[in-house]
């Protein structure tokens, strides 16, 4: 478990929500960068890669759905200052959970820093991509990690009425969007007293 504290108030892009959706994509992209050998480990190199995704909202999951990161967020605004602080707790060596040691089948211990040093390089060079552009600028990169692309889900419109929507990805302020069956585009907004992270969710149409 580590934490980041990320100020945002030079940013004109939502920072304060965008920072963990941008940490669960620097720690796919960070993984995926670290060659088997970096490991101590032939498996990756020989019989089979590894590959992470993207779940809702901040999860890194292996293609088997597998929990592996877990990210929250707290943010702070005031006049005098604005940050977000982002936690993130990594398996990666833990015997009584799924980790990254018992994915690579390695019987060495894996070395946190080198992992943590391989995301923060990562996570600085998409943070500034999305400071000066905005989250379009790797919109394209994220989705391709982003396991909920075209998955269909019920949502409450705001007339209280049911209805399916088409996932496409997030919006530049780290909500769902999607296209209803009319093929309008809409904003989701979670129903923050429902565990499940996609259910309940309120359609908005822009």
């Not at 946190?112 to 394209?140: M, Q």
Request: aromatic residues 12%; contains cysteine; proline residues 3%.
């Amino acid at each position: 478990m580590f934490s980041l504290k990320i100020p945002t108030n030079q940013c004109k892009y939502n920072l304060l929500e965008m920072a963990p959706h941008l940490s669960a994509l620097a720690i796919v992209l960070a993984l995926e960068s670290i060659p088997a050998f970096m490991f101590g480990c032939v498996f990756l190199a020989h019989e089979q890669e590894l590959h992470f995704r993207i779940r809702w909202p901040y999860d890194v999951v292996t293609d088997a759905n597998e929990k592996l990161c877990g990210i929250i967020n707290e943010s702070h605004q005031s006049y005098e200052e604005s940050y977000a602080v982002i936690g993130m707790g990594l398996h990666v060596n833990n015997s009584n959970a799924n980790c990254l040691k018992k994915q690579i089948k390695s019987d060495a211990l894996l070395s946190r820093s080198f992992i943590l040093s391989k995301y923060l390089f990562v996570f600085s060079t998409l943070l500034r991509s999305f400071s000066e552009f905005g989250f379009e600028a790797i919109s394209s990169l994220y989705l391709r990690y982003w396991m909920h692309t075209d998955s269909v889900i019920k949502v409450t419109g705001t007339d209280g009425n049911a209805c399916s929507v088409t996932l496409k990805g997030i919006t530049d302020d780290g909500y769902l969007k999607g296209q209803d069956q009319l093929h309008r585009w809409v904003e989701l907004y979670p129903d923050h007293n429902c565990e499940d992270s996609l259910a309940n969710m309120i359609a908005h149409f822009p």
